[in-house]
């Protein structure tokens, strides 16, 4: 029995006479249902950095905390180091194909596209977290490298590095299914 419910004989059935595992709870309720009408119940957005873009083709380093990748960083770090997102087209069809993957994702904002870069700020569904994620496309070395970093707190319990590998993976798709 439930506490308040004790007195009037009130149980977790009679509250919930569907348990909350069952698929019409979970297709309506988790996990977008928390955020209000698409948007963040707590907005903890922080300050949009200053130090975002490539400078000489180059991400700013990664904090020493563990809330953000970088594939520019040594491979040693494995703490903050991701591979690049290898590329298969032209640089610009490459970024192209980029931006659609990064439109299609929930709670994702544009903020700077220029030819061979995107930065986007990726805002978390419940609380309002606000992560940069930076790509710039490396003709040469057929890869477009990425920075994703949290703008708050020390742990992101792994969501950046989720995130770009979610990213990766849908970009690979996107390019295997296009004509060369």
Not at 69 to 76: E, H, I, K
Not at 93 to 120: C, F, W
Request: charged share 15%.
């Amino acid at each position: 029995m439930l506490w308040l419910g004790a007195a009037a004989n009130v149980t977790a059935q009679t509250l919930f006479p569907v348990p909350l595992s069952s698929p019409a709870i979970a297709s309506t309720l988790f996990p977008d249902e928390i955020a209000m009408a698409g948007k963040p119940l707590f907005h903890f957005s922080g300050q949009r950095p200053d130090h975002l873009g490539a400078a000489s083709g180059k991400f700013a380093p990664c904090p020493a905390t563990p809330n953000c990748v970088n594939s520019q960083t040594t491979p040693t770090d494995q703490e903050h180091f991701i591979q690049p997102i290898a590329v298969r087209s032209n640089p610009s069809q490459a970024m192209a194909t980029l931006k659609n993957v990064i439109q299609a994702l929930d709670r994702t904002e544009i903020i700077a596209d220029s030819p061979g870069y995107l930065y986007a700020e990726f805002t978390s569904a419940l609380m309002g977290f606000v992560d940069d994620v930076e790509f710039a496309i490396d003709p040469a070395a057929r890869v477009i490298n990425v920075r994703s970093a949290s703008r708050l707190g020390e742990s992101d319990l792994g969501v950046n590095r989720k995130r770009i590998e979610t990213i990766r993976a849908k970009f690979a798709q996107l390019e295997a299914n296009s004509p060369s």
